[in-house]
């Protein structure tokens, strides 16, 4: 039986099984303090669903030896301009989803090619440069949003009648688009199947490519590069194609968590989107070269359950509103906590 625990303590990870044993801590205190324990739940699914494609978006650059992928906001750009121009050019409904994930691809595209490029000529430093990439794309996009022509009453500023406003509403868009489709309902308690739906078919393609021939050369480019040269394998295209393919899952991913929440954000709010992400991921037992879905799923949920249930069990407990200070404390501390451990699995 000992033996059984410890197997099961090294395979999990301790601090794993901490952050578990708070969770779940969390979800039994919730009742007893006020909170509805379904509703709870409810916002934990919601959040996993609209969060899990950013962390996915992690994965092939980890298995290509790229490391963790700092420069997602440059994915996430590619979104916001899908989300934008979709918009723009009058779609609606749900179709205006289909249409921003079609237009965010060719820019996805093109700017994964260009980072992979980068990152294929500064071999060792691929984090820094990424960090550096992402940083300087956001702030380059703060004066475009001003400086691109969109004539759409919906998203320009009223009075200029130009640039675009730091948040645009999605009623009438992509709101829900995926939240609502086939949604259960029992109770208060709703599972948003269609969000779950889609990360589960984006992460069995995953799962999928990386047992095929090339995701299994990006693998071993990942895992011995100078082996993978030596048995014809191409290291620097393996690598482009996995920095452009996180750069179009993370594309996808912002269009799922504006889907969710109801608005696109843009300016400064791609600027945090890369540390929870990579922080999620190495939660759920990732490490700077090694990576699964499993990793993605676990990390995921615990991260956003941490972030959602501790705001709203400490606010009932102590009846005072300090949800946002309590969210941010506790966000920031485990990304803190989780990249001090990013070489864990690399030792």
Known sequence: MQEKFHDVLSSFGLPRLIITGFLILLFIMAPFVGADFPTQLTNTINRFSWNAVLVLAMVPMIHSGCGLNFGLPLGIISGLLGATLSIEFGFTGPMSFVMACLIATPFA????????????????????????????????????????????????????????????????????????LLQINIGTLSIPTGALLFFAVLAFLMWAFLHTKTGTAMTAVGSN???????GVNVDKMRLLSVVLSTWLAAIGILVYEQGFGFVQLYMAPFNMALPAVSAILIGGASVNKASIANVIIGTFLFQGIVTMTPTVMNSMIHTDMSEVIRIVVSNGMILYALTRKTEGSK
């Open 109 to 180: 595209l093109l700017f994964g090619s260009g980072y992979g490029w980068l990152l294929n000529k500064i071999k060792g430093g691929e984090m820094m440069i990424a960090t550096y990439v992402g940083f300087s794309s956001v702030s380059l996009m703060c004066m475009m949003w001003l400086l691109l022509p969109y004539k759409s009453p919906t998203m320009v500023w009223g009075f200029a009648g130009k640039g675009l406003r730091t948040t645009i509403s999605l009623e009438g868009f992509y709101d829900k688009a995926l939240s609502d």
């Open 225 to 231: 590069p100078t082996f993978a040269k030596a048995a």
